[in-house]
């Protein structure tokens, strides 16, 4: 029983990242109606620049961290307006938008593999490996105990940044004025424009905003796992992102939550059952049998009323 609530809370931790990776998806296809694939490469992307700030060049973790959320903010801007913003004004259609981000991807993990020694990256020729951790004693990790089970501080604290960091998104989104500038561009561009609401300036503040997100998971992931390479966003968390909003329902911030933990859940439940070979397996098995049931998601409605 203790092992089975100690897996419990290992699924509740996990889960809380995904929930985080994928409100960057969800914000995005929300307000522009549009998956940002190159959304995988940008949560790589925060875990590497944060390694490198800390093992390289020896800054502590939480200036690190900073520098990385806001390089990812920034990387976000540039989605918009390398990757995205030109095919909106020729009213190119969303399957444009859909391959552009696909190639920034490939791109910024390109960048990462064909890191010269020398360079911000060179990390990645260090023994000729190309997965590393954090230093040993980067973030202090105390171990507690409490009716038989064992709570890493690390995870512990990224669990507690990760729920007030979607607590307060919602209440952005829900409570203040950038919130509802948010949702009326959602729900109708042309209606936002006339309202006086700069809708390019909000497009720019959704990618730079779901970006910086994602760098923020991405870097979190890199921490509590100790794997980092250019394939973490790719291989660990893009496909799993992808259901946890579908899950969840597409464009939903509270579906996108809920649909994370789920999908930790669901994971751990599946290793204690059938061992780490079918883990994932038996997850997207389990979110094919739901969507069979309910197509449009946990939160499914109309999907411009979900943010």
Known sequence: MRSFTQQLLNGIFIGSIYALFALGYTLVFGVLDVL???????????????????????????????IAVLVCGLLGLLIEFVALRPL????????????????LALIFVAIVEQATPGTFFSWLWQDGANSVRFPAGTVPNPTYHFAGLTIEGTKLGILVTSVVLMLVLG??????????????????RRAATLLGINVDRIFASTLFLSSALG????????????????????????????????????????GAVVGGYLLGLIEVFAFVRFGGNVEAGVAFAALFLMLVVRPQGLFGARLRERL
């Open 88 to 103: 909106r004004r020729r009213n190119a259609p969303p399957i444009s938008a859909l391959i552009s981000t696909i190639g």
């Open 171 to 188: 209440y952005v989104i829900r409570f203040t004025q950038v919130g509802r500038a948010l949702r009326a561009v959602a729900e109708n």
């Open 215 to 254: 760098g923020l998971a991405g870097l979190l992931f890199g921490l509590a796992i100790s794997d980092i390479s250019p394939y973490i966003g790719r291989d660990q968390v893009e496909l799993k992102g992808l259901a946890v909003i579908v899950l969840g329902g597409m464009g939903s911030i509270p």
């Open 36 to 66: 940002n694939l190159a959304h995988s490469a940008v949560f790589m992307l925060g875990a590497v620049v944060t390694y490198s700030l800390v093992a390289l060049h020896g800054m502590p973790f939480l200036p690190a961290a900073v």
